[in-house]
């Protein structure tokens, strides 16, 4: 009944499904090579006048010795062995897995980009500089806030950069507030960037409605609360309404409210951070503005501020001197928190991003928004009865769904994942957010279309039946992968982290 | 141009589904009052020939290791990237592809990040490595938070000689913990003066070696006198060393972290790089970020998964080992290709390239008058160059000569204002080597 699938191209790729593939360790031989390079200039000092004993390896590192063509093949297969977004559709909630474009690659491969020194002087980098100044600009009208820092690599980063500049805003006034306010279905890395920041994360309970629940938020809040965390739409897919009383509320006691921008994508052109009272806003770029993932990273997470955080900005902060028209890096930044990166965050990132940027367009940006929120409701509406969304009505970018109902037949979410993959399909996010039990989250994101969004339906509707019909099916899967279900029990108890030899 | 599959019958077969009559309805949850109501102010869309001219036309006014024989260094080198390195490394499969939670579907950048790992222990001497930080200065002050909850201290004493911007980092993540970062001044060979400090009482020692001088220091006396005083020892060092050079695990280190940019990731204006991380196995669950491991799936097949992820934020939260959650895994991968396309012979050329070409430019720039090169002692790939002209001036100097130098040491260090940083890498050849010196020698007479 279902569907071709997309994960079957693991599957059928030429040489990789048995056995399993070597280390490229076990394909070494010694005395093959792939490298080539020059010798050292024949007239410079020997390395035995030049490196004395003490300072020198005892035993060359155990490197793998193997041709460019060994080398070739085995990353290729590697790659083959691999979910993708340029193979198939990655519903993973909170994720935001949409299609990478391939200017944006070629953009970010040009030399005057790929191949610029970090320390190099301003004057040599003029069109690098202006790029992240218009970057910054949009950026900024998009958010509602006043100016940027890119240095922060990824959204985690982020958070750290704008909680550190919290907490230097406050003590600017004196004040050595200890709390920030967060949901209790905040992404992990809220309270660990919470902690990290020297704050302590205090956590309050969502209403019946999956919001932020008011009462508890008035009775958290008092004079020692820094601020609030909030993701909105929250990672449940819901907006919260409320934001205006929950800003006032924040406001009233001194605390600033932070905007985690896991979920930008969904409201891009349409609610501005800045309008809703927030005063920090961090983006994921390799979210809302498509720069590819890279297997977990690279992303990049600049962080967005209201004029009376300016001042604590790392340093340096890119100016523009309009009378010279001149970009420059101004490291003369005396209450900054100082620097995040060791040079500029992922510039390489940056430019990708500039380039969808510019692609998109006005129009093009609030699309991402409109077609997200359509795509994540049509599959909801398919999949509803098979499982219930865990808050009814109207979602977002995201929506989160629970298996519970076939927890009698003794399947889990995970049992749902996994035969997901046989009908060729990557399975959403499972068992977060964790205020919902046997949680599925699905983010369809806007470029999926009607068609891979109705496969996916049907394939999840029927994994509901076949839960009834026939569980072993769903707990013996996936069959089709490279791979079976690994241990994880095993690889946590008894550790491998790396090869040896035998 | 979007990148959107929708036709208007999709659209309104999707809207019909949903029950809805238009794309707006969908938005009517959120409150009239905080909607933006009018256009972005972002510039209008372009077409792809468009933008791609756009794009060359900013890219044409920025000059870098493209247009200039680069020496500069300081943290980031123009090495040489394989074709190779840049062909497997830019396969989509891997750079479009998002952290391997299912790792069923993952196998490839599971077993590619497994081999990272493996690699990196083997050049550091050590027996963890994680799967990647975002770059050096976050992998440091990573490091420092994990001596912090081994050893419960909260002092730390960096050697100057750490590379400055690294520093600086460690004491933004350190400000939030309270954490007492000291300096130690560095001695008339360019190297920290261990023999002086004093450790009591620390959570860590924090050694470079190559250091931002280029020059070696002596880890394992700082490794010793760290474990005697009840701290780790942590050591800042170049993966490109590592075919010639004493490991920082052979040296005793507790951790070795690194910028791992020039395996194989090209310099992009300082980013994206990958933070390179390496410990003990009795640390391991004190390790920040994601690590892969091996296993056996049901079948009892070879297999790789993400692994002690009880140390990670999604499960841990408040009391997580770090915030880390995206990494730079495909710089890692990248890194990864280019330790396997070198393999031991290949890495220790490079490291030869570079130590004996730095010395011959030591040699032929030591001979232009007026010039010195500052701290005597073995050094990795990097010199300071003292001369009579401002630094900086000179750096623009040379750039019009069609060399890129620097940086200029006397932000960083006062003491050091007339002072440069040369760094030399195999990609430089005994043309570069004598037009810099050339270059530097009209710059100085000229000026």
Redesign the interface.
Known sequence: MSSAGE?GV?ERSAGTRD???P???EL?KAG??????????E?????DD???P?????S???????S?RD??R??????????????GA?P?GS?T?????K?A????A????????????D??????L??LG?LE??LC??TGMARITFQP?????G??TG??MM?AFHRDRGEDRKRVIIPDSA???N???????????HEVASNSDGLVDLDALEKALDTDVAGLMLTNPNTLGL?E?D??KIAAAVHKVGGLLYYDGANFNS??????PG??GFDIVHL?L?KTF?T??????????PLAVSQRLERFL?SPVLEFDSGAERWSWN?DRPDS?????????????N?RAY?Y????????????A??A???A??LR??IEDAFPTAYPG?CMHEFVSSAKPLRKHGVRAMDV??RL?DLGY??P?VY?PLVVEEALMVEPT?????ETIKGLGEALVQISGEAASDPELLH?A?QS????????A???R???????PE | MDFLPHTTEDVAEMLRAIGLPSVDALFEGIPASVRVGRSLEVPPALSEPELLSHMRELASRSKGAGDLACFAGGGAYDHHVPSAVRALASRAEFATSYTPYQPELSQGVLQAVFEFQSLICELFGLEVANASLYDGASALAEAVNLAVRVTGKERVVVGSTVNPNYIDVLRTYSSGLGLNIEVLPYGDDGTAKWDSADLEGTAAAVVASPNVFGRLEEVQGVAEAAHGAGGLCICVTDPTAMGILRSPGEAGADVAVAEGHALGNPMAYGGPYVGLFATKLELVRQVPGRIAGETVDADGKRAYVLTLQAREQHIRRAKATSNVCTNQTLMAIAAAVHLSWLGPQGLARLGEICIRNTAQVAARLAEIPGCTIRFDGPRFKELVLETPADASKLIRGLARRGFLAGPALGRWYPDLANCLLIAVTERRTEQDIAGLTEAIEKELTEQ
């Open positions: 994960t693991l056995p399993a593939l280390l490229i360790f070494s093959r090579r792939a490298w080539s390079l020059p010798e050292a200039q007239e410079a000092p020997s390395l030049l490196i004395p003490e300072h020198r390896r005892a060359p590192p155990r490197l793998p010795e193997v460019e080398l070739v085995h990353f290729t297969r590697l790659s083959q062995r691999n979910w993708a977004i340029d193979v990655y993973l994720c897995m949409k299609y990478n474009p200017v690659e070629d953009a970010a040009m030399p005057g980009f790929s191949l610029l020194h970090p320390h190099c002087d004057g040599l980098v003029q069109g690098a202006e790029m218009i600009r949009a009208d998009a690599a990824a959204g985690a980063q958070e750290m909680l550190l907490r992404h992990g890395t309270p660990a960037s919470v902690a990290l920041a020297g704050f302590r994360a907006f309404r934001i205006e409201i891009v052109g349409v609610v501005r309008d809703m994921n390799h498509a590819p993932h890279g297997g977990g990273g690279p992303g990049s997470g790392p490291h928190i100082g620097r995040i990166h060791s040079f500029h965050g992922n510039f390489g990132i430019v380039a940027l510019r692609s998109l367009g006005p129009e093009g940006l609030r699309r991402i409109e077609y929120v359509l795509n409701n049509y509406v398919l109207i994942a996994k993959i990557h399975p996010t977060f806007e470029t999926e279309s009607l013996q996936p992968t490279p791979v079976r279900r690994p241990d994880e095993r690889a946590a008894d550790l491998r982290l790396r090869w040896t």
